[in-house]
């Protein structure tokens, strides 16, 4: 069975250009969480969903940043335009709604030079 | 505002002997709590869930306990090998907010 499934794997931009960073959940997962992991921060929960609708996007940055979610087995986490200080692992994940027990994707590996 | 804390930040221990990783967290209302590993460039690999009503779970030589009302998780790690070696980090869940630890970075020496 196929896990959370993150693309691309790397995205190596200059700064001001959009990204697009995308996501398909567990097959049956109805939430879904992106996180962006820095060493100086950590891990930070940046929007979650649940059945498609967003929830909680109180970790979103700036309106630089933005996140949809059209069906049940897609995501897109959007910059732009982008920054230096926007370059880190971004990580999408998904639950059961009933349980929020997480499972995790590989990542996007972001550099904005 | 919950916070979570992971001490030590770094822990090295020799192979097979038994270890335990601390996570505390400052409000006892919540709704579960899980650990993951994280290893080198990788993503995050659930071990174990705990729900708030829960007081331990177990999985092959991985044992979480929850004690809400101090405020700490602990997990267990019986017989330490070199593929133990990881990144380990508690996450707790509140109903509605998600809330990580900084992690404990785990070397098992061979």
């Known amino acids: 069975d196929a896990g959370v499934i993150q693309s691309p794997r790397h995205e190596v931009t200059e700064m001001g250009q959009e990204v697009t960073l995308r996501c398909k959940p567990i097959s049956g997962h109805n939430s879904l969480f992106w996180y962006r992991q820095t060493m100086m921060r950590g891990l930070e929960l940046l929007i979650y969903?649940?059945?498609?609708?967003?929830?909680?996007d109180s970790g979103m940055p700036e309106d630089r940043f933005s996140a949809k979610m059209p069906n049940a087995s897609f995501s897109t986490l959007k910059i732009q335009p982008s920054e230096p200080r926007d370059s880190a692992v971004y990580f999408c994940a998904s639950s059961l709604v009933e349980s929020y027990e997480q499972f995790f994707g590989p990542g996007t590996r972001l550099t904005v030079l | 505002k919950q916070e979570v804390t992971q001490i030590p930040a770094a822990l090295s221990v020799p192979e097979g002997e038994n270890l335990v990783l601390n996570c505390s967290f400052t409000d006892s209302a919540i709704y579960n709590l899980q650990w993951f590993r994280q290893d080198p460039g990788k993503g995050l690999t659930s071990l174990l869930l705990?729900?708030?009503?829960?007081r331990e779970q177990t999985s092959g030589r991985l044992n979480a306990s929850l004690d809400k009302s101090s405020g700490r998780s602990t997990l267990y790690i019986a017989a330490s090998q070199p593929g133990d070696s990881a990144t380990y980090l508690c996450a707790v869940n509140t109903g509605n907010q998600f809330y990580f630890g900084t992690g404990t970075s785990l070397t098992v020496i061979p």
């Open positions: 969903f649940n059945n498609n609708v967003p929830i909680d």
């Open positions: 705990i729900q708030s009503s829960q």
